[in-house]
């Protein structure tokens, strides 16, 4: 199974300031076909469902503000928020869809310092 | 919008039978373009894919849960359904159902919509 590896189990940015969130996987998510990084993130709130944020490891999801952003290479992904909200704070995942099983890292709880 | 909704027992005794159903409305089941899914996250730990349908029947599961799950769909009802053999308190965990698209006809399996979640509790 692919093992996903979320580096920070908390951090804490004062609002307004930029928030990176990161994901390594533990083998490459880059499809050499498809040339696509077959990685998710998403945003869990306490009481809520997860939300879908970003696909295809850069690709944000219709709706989502265009503070929260992607980026990554074949096993080391980030989630960036420019300028961290009060509504930010929750719990982020990445996930990957590479390879059955599809599995998710174990989450970063993200705070307002 | 769509919406889904889990439903079943907060409440499995060991080496029984877990059984969810999760309801979809604002859409349809019978969509060609998207594949429907559970998804849990026990207490304290990582989210964990169980498995997914498509809506003539054709199932992805996990592995690891292969030998105890079954995954039904009733489109007339659209609803879709899992079932787990022989719970154990490893099973406790709050149970989501989920979707996932098809992109050029290949299953992605990205969770753009999910329900609130369910919490199963295991215990005699």
């Known amino acids: 199974d692919i093992v996903m590896t979320q580096s920070q189990d908390s951090l804490a940015v004062s609002l307004g300031e930029k928030a990176t969130v990161n994901c390594r996987s533990s083998q490459s998510l880059l499809n050499s076909s498809d040339k696509k990084r077959y990685l998710a993130w998403y945003q869990h709130k306490a009481g809520q469902p997860p939300k879908l944020l970003i696909y295809w490891a850069v690709t944000r999801k219709p709706g989502v503000p265009d503070r929260f952003s992607g980026a990554g290479s074949g096993t080391d992904f980030t989630l960036t928020i420019s300028s961290l909200q009060a509504e930010d704070v929750a719990v982020y995942y990445c996930?990957?869809?590479?390879?059955?099983?599809?599995?998710f890292g174990q989450g970063t709880r993200l705070e307002i310092k | 919008q769509l919406q889904l909704r889990e439903s079943g027992p907060g409440l499995v005794k060991p080496s029984e039978t877990l059984s969810l159903m999760c309801t979809v409305s604002?859409?349809?089941?019978?969509?060609?373009?998207?594949?429907w899914a559970w998804i849990r996250q026990p207490p304290g730990k990582r989210l964990e894919w169980i498995g997914s349908?498509?809506?003539?029947?054709?199932?992805f599961n996990n592995p690891s849960l292969q030998s105890r799950m079954t995954l039904s769909v009733d489109t007339s009802k659209n609803q879709f359904s899992l079932r787990l053999r022989s719970v154990t308190a490893a099973d406790a965990a709050v149970y989501y159902c989920?979707?996932?698209?098809?992109?050029?006809?290949?299953?992605?399996?990205?969770?753009?919509?999910w329900g609130q979640g369910t919490l199963v509790t295991v215990s005699s």
């Open positions: 989920a979707r996932h698209p098809l992109e050029e006809l290949l299953e992605t399996f990205y969770f753009d919509s």
């Open positions: 604002a859409g349809s089941l019978r969509s060609d373009s998207h594949y």
């Open positions: 996930q990957q869809y590479s390879s059955t099983p599809y599995t």
């Open positions: 349908i498509y809506h003539t029947g054709r199932t």
